[in-house]
């Protein structure tokens, strides 16, 4: 009995009261970490785990910013409709998750890796000029590397890249950039070959919402 009041005695009103405070300050704490999940949760592509596209402009924004060699790469899935309809979504899924795995090793840890839509990627990472060519090339084989479906298929996938500097387009204005990138990916398209474009991607007149390129303009990495 006496040990059972000693042990009573210990806990005192300022102890009660310091108890009592702790616990709301705990449920926040759980409140708060949940918060910040979810709002993380809403920056990301759930599928992907790429940046979504508004965090993605943030970020890109920053970088052109503050690093002079910089660079605009956009990337399209090649003949991904076909894989949907002849071997399923799930498939379809499958590969734009892969993408999306490849495209954040490539691109490393402080680029801006983002989802725009559909089967549509964009990167925007330091690039120094004296290593563009041998990392589009790079990037292209990545790309072009057979996807190992969930069942133990192999599927054969592919991608089209452009890519776009502030010193070959001559601005540092996102919006330039990717629409001079995105002009130069149809220069490339299905040949396997990255393009960077020039200032006259800036201007090429579009078609059904999307830009087309022109030829004679620097192409690297053709798969095999």
Known sequence: ?????????????????ITTAALPLTGWA??????????ATT???????L???????????????????????MVDADRFKEINDQLGHAAGDTVLAAFGARLTAWAGPRASVGR??????????QLPSDRREQRL???VRMLHTPVVLNDGRTVDVAASVGAATPHTVGSRDLSVLQRAADA???????????????????????FNGRRLGRPGTAVWGRAA
């Open 43 to 49: 920056k990301r592509d759930p599928l992907t785990g």
């Open 116 to 125: 725009l839509g559909g089967d549509e990627f964009a990167v925007v990472l």
């Open 51 to 73: 940046l979504r596209r508004d965090t993605y402009t943030a970020r890109a924004r920053r970088l052109l910013a503050r690093h002079d060699e910089v660079a605009v790469v």
């Open 137 to 139: 090339a790079q990037l």
């Open 30 to 39: 759980i409140h708060a970490t949940a918060l910040h999940r979810r709002l």
């Open 1 to 17: 009995m006496d040990s059972v009041l000693h042990t009573r005695g210990r806990f005192g009103p300022r102890t009660l009261l």
């Open 184 to 206: 130069a990916l149809y220069d490339g398209k299905h040949t396997g070959q990255a393009v960077l474009a020039t200032a006259a991607h800036t201007s090429v007149p579009s």
